[in-house]
């Protein structure tokens, strides 16, 4: 049976425990070291032979995709992420497979897998797998509440509560806006004022002073004028 040598790339302990735990169950995969930055990587490639990288993309130091162009001749690479919206850009980079955190055995073991039919000079021509939907679980009267992110319309500041508003709910939560703001600033979402985030793909018009989505005028602030104007442009000047 042949052996892959393999890296570990990932910042987070919890989520590097949960791939080397995996790792190990796989009797074709032999785990070399894991890494808590690209850098670290970079160094330990120099020193030995590598087939497989499990690669995190939120890096310190350097980035999961640069880390990528750094390399001449790079090993296999397994993309894992908690952000689906960088599905199509990992596979312009020939990855072997995407995996969204948090990744489930069953899936693990076909991103594996599939490497071994690669590795055996199979021609495999398929199209991505659409990845996962991202979501996040908010606490709502003593229970755990769902939300898509791809669902949000608009976040709501109200002092120590945020309310996140879909088409079908409106849910309140405690929860200060900076602290979203910081889950969601990888995703489709932009603050448009120190009361308001908005998910960009859901505004139907906006002026100098206000965004509109699903009927409702939502306040651009002063300070974000700038910013909503860079990221939206001046479409109709």
């Known amino acids: 049976m042949q052996q892959y040598k393999c890296l570990i790339v990932e910042d987070e302990p919890l989520a590097a ?3 080397q ?10 785990l070399k070291a894991v890494c808590p930055d690209a850098i670290y990587a970079m160094e330990l490639l120099q020193q030995e032979k590598i087939d497989l990288i499990f690669l995190d993309i939120h890096l310190p130091k350097l980035k999961g995709l640069d880390f990528i ?11 894992t992420s908690a952000y689906h919206e960088y599905a199509l850009q990992g596979y312009e980079y020939n990855v072997v497979d995407y995996l969204l955190k948090p990744v489930e055995f069953a ?4 991103a594996v897998n599939k490497l071994r039919q690669l590795s055996s000079g199979e021609t495999i021509v398929s199209a991505p797998v ?7 679980f908010f606490n709502v009267s003593k229970k755990k509440v769902k939300v898509f992110l791809d669902e949000i319309l608009y976040i709501e500041s109200l002092k120590e509560y945020i309310r996140i508003v879909t088409k079908a709910k409106s849910i309140l939560t405690k929860f200060q806006l900076g602290q979203i703001e910081e889950m969601l600033e990888k995703n489709n979402f932009i603050r448009v ?3 308001f985030i908005v998910a960009k793909d859901k505004i139907e018009a906006f002026t100098a002073t206000d965004v509109e989505i699903d009927g409702k005028q939502i306040p651009v602030g002063r300070s974000y004028k700038e910013l909503v104007q860079s990221v939206l442009g001046t479409a109709g000047n």
Request: hydrophobic share 35%.
């Open 130 to 136: 659409p990845a996962e939907r991202s979501y996040l």
């Open 21 to 30: 735990d995996y790792v190990r169950q796989v009797p074709f995969l032999s």
């Open 193 to 195: 004022h120190r009361s």
């Open 17 to 19: 425990e949960v791939l």
């Open 69 to 79: 162009k750094t390399l001449k001749h790079p090993p296999h690479i397994i993309i």
């Open 107 to 110: 899936r693990f073991l076909t």
